[in-house]
């Protein structure tokens, strides 16, 4: 679900153009563990990580978007842009010092003599995926984390929610000329371990651009070890599961196998007790016993010992369609599968003699 959130900062460096308008470069976002109100009026601690605000995505929406007098209740859009829109930002969206950078032009009069009476905190309106996720991000816990964040506007308020830490400040104070030093800018300071040495500003900005990397990749690979953690645990949910609907699948194979065998023995005592008559006994036979005896009613010395299963399902099977042609079943020596053709003719006078005592 997307929201609708608010990120403060302050501005740094501004100079008017030559139409008279104020181009402001400020650090519009940063890293951290921040308080947002939820609509029941309760806080809570949302973080915006590095691998997110300096994501592609967040950076490129940074570009040439409105730049507003406090927040508006809505989005900007097409639509009230003429309302809003006070300025434009600048495509120049950058990483320096652990923030995300841009220049912007504010082109409204009173905007403009707004920021020289002292209204000099910037705050990002953006959209993100608030997500449910905890942990602590340098030492400050939190609860949720913004992701997916695109800026919407960037607007200059009364109050920064970052502190002094981003404010407009006059032209460049790092890097401006000091006439009490000579006529030398002054150097730029970073610290390494527990000492701090001055730097060129170039250096330091190559510096600043490598730290924000070295930030982004640990907090990346602290998010893949969690993603893998919770794909190990989806995957061995899956397997159970895949498992689970397997052992189903087999039980219900096994019930309709259970149910085709059931009713192949019920159609076979069907067919063969008329042979095998009243007195046969079908308990605990196997279907191969009870075919090799259908056989021997019809071939006393029948052997089915060493014979395949499918000569004696063949045997049967022609047993049981000449049965069937003759219209009687036969036993001893009225077999119709001898080879005796004197039998045969017997065999034919007694299914005359049977038909002419029906009739």
Not at 15 to 27: I, K, N
Not at 183 to 201: Q, R
């Amino acid at each position: 679900m997307k929201l609708q959130r608010y990120d403060r900062s302050l501005i740094n460096d501004y100079a008017e153009t030559p139409e008279g308008y104020l181009t402001v470069r400020v650090p519009i976002t940063r890293p951290g563990v921040f308080p947002y109100q939820r609509t029941d009026g309760t806080v809570q601690m949302e973080a915006k990580l590095p691998d997110e605000i300096f994501s592609d995505r967040t950076m490129f929406s940074a570009r040439s978007k409105p730049v507003t007098d406090e927040h508006p209740n809505e989005p900007v859009t097409l639509d009230n842009y003429q309302t809003y829109a006070k300025g434009m930002s600048h495509t120049d969206a950058h990483v320096e010092d652990l923030k995300l950078y841009v220049s912007m032009t504010i082109t409204d009069k009173d905007l403009i003599q707004k920021v020289y009476d002292g209204k000099r905190d910037i705050s990002i309106g953006f959209m993100s995926d608030v997500v449910a996720e905890a942990g602590t991000y340098n030492g400050q816990p939190y609860d949720y984390v913004q992701r997916n964040i695109e800026i919407n506007h960037i607007a200059i308020v009364e109050q920064g929610r970052a502190g002094p830490e981003v404010a407009i400040r006059s032209d460049s104070d790092a890097w401006q000329m000091d006439s009490n030093e000579g006529g030398k800018s002054k150097m730029a300071k970073v610290k390494i371990e527990e000492n701090e040495y001055e730097v060129d500003a170039a250096v330091k900005t190559y510096i600043d651009s490598l730290k924000a990397k070295a930030e982004t990749a640990k907090v990346k690979g602290d998010s893949a070890d969690a993603l893998q953690g919770r794909y190990d645990a989806l995957e061995v949910k899956l397997q159970n599961t895949e498992n689970e609907l397997q052992s189903l699948k087999e039980k219900q194979v096994s019930a309709d196998e259970l149910d085709k065998q059931v009713e192949a023995r019920v159609q076979l005592i069907s067919t063969t007790k008329p042979l095998l008559g009243d007195s046969f006994d079908f308990s605990g036979k196997t279907e191969r016993a009870i075919k090799e005896a259908v056989i021997a009613t019809t071939k006393q010395d029948f052997k089915g010992d060493g014979k395949s299963d499918d000569y004696i399902n063949a045997f049967f099977d022609a047993t049981i369609e000449q049965v069937a042609t003759q219209g009687f079943s036969s036993t001893g020596a009225n077999s119709i599968i001898t080879g005796d053709a004197s039998q045969s003719t017997d065999i034919n006078a007694m299914q005359a003699q049977r038909l002419n005592m029906r009739s």
